[in-house]
């Protein structure tokens, strides 16, 4: 069992802490996501050095490639990457119905063909927890329909009730199968239905009474009016045990998770900080800067004159447009690991007002910096 402490909220606005034997994650916290167990440009060292206490990895990518044939004989994912803190891995449920085009649902599971070279494969809810405990990530995730949006509401019923049961099948796979490398691992639960309140609700009740370690809200962020999805999230937490882990999937910019936060989620992934870096987007307390502006091809300051990064205590705007101007790798490295520092920061401070009492007053504060337009000096 995953032992979580929940230690002050603020309203609905939660500071705890979840341990593992690989670490512990102290929340609200942000995922940095480690797809096929390597995060873009930066390497382990880089992560603990801006504080990162936990990474997320897929299993769809990680089955696919290079095998978990290849990761068993490493000893598991810890040992096969160089991380000896935390990981999460995703079931692959919502890259199966992302990425191929040619699949085929059914109650039993899911057939799919590999985006890399059409081969076919079957994911069971039975499946995924093999893979997951082969992997021997800390916390395990269950196999879930992730539908499109806009999507019909009758598939939707479907898929919720897929959830559910497939849920159902792998609580039951995990109870009966064991850990391989020493260690527990944990299971999360996921809730589904799309933008429907009442899907919502259901699927979330029928998912807490399976009692899982946490519990993740999914299939938001998936091109829904932003207001819809915080109303979704509020509608899972509202429902969502209070002594457990909960944990917003795929989302999101910064405004994202501290309104999120507000809503009672502890836990948060996004591909967006480093994607957002190596496209040259740095994310500031003062908002974004695009750094391949030609307005700081002079520019001696930092990306942000506050931050206490690596990048920032090193290295001026000048000289990072140069790298991306001139397609060094280095640039790419050094945006990623000021703007994941960015949101490790800022999930430090969340927790720290929470503490205080006054996350409401400081995330409207932060609302206003992050939204604002960074002033360009030609």
């Known amino acids: 069992m995953l032992k979580f402490s929940l230690e002050h909220t603020d309203s609905n606005a939660r500071a705890g802490v979840f341990e593992t034997e690989h670490g512990a994650v102290h929340t609200p916290a942000f995922m940095v996501v480690g797809t096929t167990g390597s995060v873009k440009t930066i390497g382990p060292r880089e992560l603990k050095e801006i504080e990162s206490e936990i990474i997320l990895a897929n299993t769809y990518h990680l089955f696919l490639r290079p095998g978990i044939e290849v990761i068993q004989e490493a000893g598991g994912l810890h040992r096969f990457i160089g991380w000896d803190l935390p ?15 040619l699949k085929k649902v059914s109650g039993g599971g899911v057939e799919f063909r590999s985006h890399l070279d059409g081969s076919l494969h079957f994911f069971s809810p039975e499946s995924v927890i093999d893979i997951q405990r082969i992997l021997g990530s800390d916390i395990m995730m269950v196999l879930d329909e992730c539908v499109a949006y806009p999507c019909d509401f009758g598939y939707v019923q479907e898929a919720q009730e897929r959830t559910v049961q497939w849920a159902e099948r792998c609580k039951r796979r995990f109870k009966e199968s064991v850990e391989m490398y020493g260690y527990a691992q944990a299971l999360f639960g996921i809730v589904q239905g799309s933008i ?16 899982f370690d946490g519990y993740a809200v999914g299939g938001l962020s998936v091109g829904e009016p932003t207001e819809q999805m915080y109303e979704m999230t509020e509608v899972c937490t509202n429902i969502l045990p209070a002594d457990r882990p909960r944990y917003l999937m795929g989302v999101g910019t910064p405004q994202d998770l501290l309104e999120c936060i507000e809503r009672g989620i502890d836990l948060f992934d996004c591909v967006l900080p480093t994607r957002n870096g190596r ?38 705007r000048a000289y990072i447009r ?55 000096f030609t």
């Open 87 to 101: 990981i999460l891995t995703d079931s692959g449920g919502y890259q199966v119905f992302s990425l191929s085009d």
């Open 279 to 316: 496209n040259a987007m740095i994310f500031t307390k003062n908002g974004i800067l695009t750094i391949k502006n030609a307005a700081y091809k002079s520019d001696f300051t930092p990306l942000d004159d506050s931050c206490e990064c690596y990048v920032c205590q090193n290295f001026s």
């Open 196 to 211: 429907f309140p009442e899907e919502r609700e259901e699927c979330a009740k029928r998912i807490v009474e399976l009692d």
């Open 322 to 376: 140069h790298l991306f101007q001139s397609k060094e790798i280095l640039g790419l490295q050094l945006a990623t690991i000021h703007n994941l520092y960015f949101y490790q920061w800022l999930m430090r401070e969340a927790r720290k007002v929470i503490v205080q009492g006054v996350f409401h007053h400081w995330k409207y504060e932060q609302l206003q910096l992050l939204t604002s337009e960074i002033p360009i």
